[in-house]
Nanobody, 123 residues
Framework: QVQLVESGGGLVQAGDSLRLSCAAS????????LGWFRRAPGKEREFVAA????????SYADSVKGRFTISRDTAKNTVYLQMNSLKPEDTAVYYC????????????????WGRGTQVTVSS
């Protein structure tokens, strides 16, 4: 089991940047992949990016490739999502999640979720 707390959301203008943080705690955090998902108003929750703590392997949704980057601070057990060139369609609640599997787009493989942080991008 992994406990996750997201932070860093806010209101920005199109083209701006934000960095979301996902602070993880619990036993054997390094055995999990950490993923970012988002849910826009009226939409299903969708995959954004994922990172395997142990191997450093990462993956991204096509909609954010080249704009979003995952990184980590091992001393703080924290994974970051650097979001650049934000677009209004990036507006959503962003969730951090943990999976005992490798980085995956499959929602059902994530066992632990944070409460989410709101990102709003104005045009």
């Amino acid at each position: 089991q992994v406990q996750l707390v997201e932070s860093g959301g806010g209101l920005v203008q199109a083209g701006d940047s934000l960095r979301l943080s996902c602070a993880a705690s619990g036993r054997s955090v390094s055995r999990y992949a950490l993923g970012w998902f988002r849910r826009a108003p009226g939409k299903e929750r969708e995959f954004v990016a994922a990172f395997a703590w142990r191997t450093g392997t990462s993956s991204y949704a096509d909609s954010v490739k080249g704009r979003f980057t995952i990184s980590r601070d091992t001393a703080k057990n924290t994974v970051y999502l650097q979001m650049n060139s934000l677009k209004p369609e990036d507006t959503a609640v962003y969730y951090c999640a943990a999976s005992p599997r490798g980085p995956t787009t499959d929602l059902s493989l994530y066992t632990d979720w944070g409460r989410g942080t709101q990102v709003t991008v104005s045009s």
